[in-house]
């Protein structure tokens, strides 16, 4: 069994900056892809940046030139730059993480989710 734990959520200002970070932890495992996702009250979780193990990008166009998605392979840990936030941005972040436990299945897992309010 794979677990995610995020950190570094909180409230911020317009135009401020956060960093959320994902570490995975449990049986050893490949990384196909990791990714944060977020999701408001009332509406459906959204893809956010996603990243492969071999270090492949992509982004929402609501975040491009704004989010910086990065992962450590050495410590199983993604992190997520979000600079120039803004209040759309206020939502609960979750980690998700889909690999391959070694010798053994894929699978897929999400985080308990970090809360992000963007507000002056």
């Known amino acids: 069994q794979v677990q995610l734990m995020e950190s570094g959520g909180g409230l911020v200002q317009p135009g401020g900056s956060l960093t959320l970070s994902c570490v995975a932890s449990?049986?050893?495992?490949?990384?196909?892809?990791m990714g944060w996702y977020r999701q408001v009250p009332g509406k459906e979780r959204e893809m956010v940046a996603t990243i492969t193990g071999t270090g492949r990008r992509n982004y929402a166009d609501s975040v491009k030139g704004r989010f910086t998605i990065s992962i450590n392979n050495s410590e199983d840990t993604i992190y997520l730059q979000m600079n120039t936030l803004k209040p759309e941005d206020t939502a609960v972040y979750y980690c998700?993480?889909?690999?391959?436990?070694?010798?053994?299945?894929?699978?897929?897992?999400w985080g308990q989710g970090t809360q992000v309010t963007v507000s002056s």
């Open positions: 998700n993480l889909v690999g391959r436990v070694l010798g053994g299945s894929d699978f897929g897992t």
């Open positions: 449990g049986r050893p495992f490949e990384i196909a892809l």
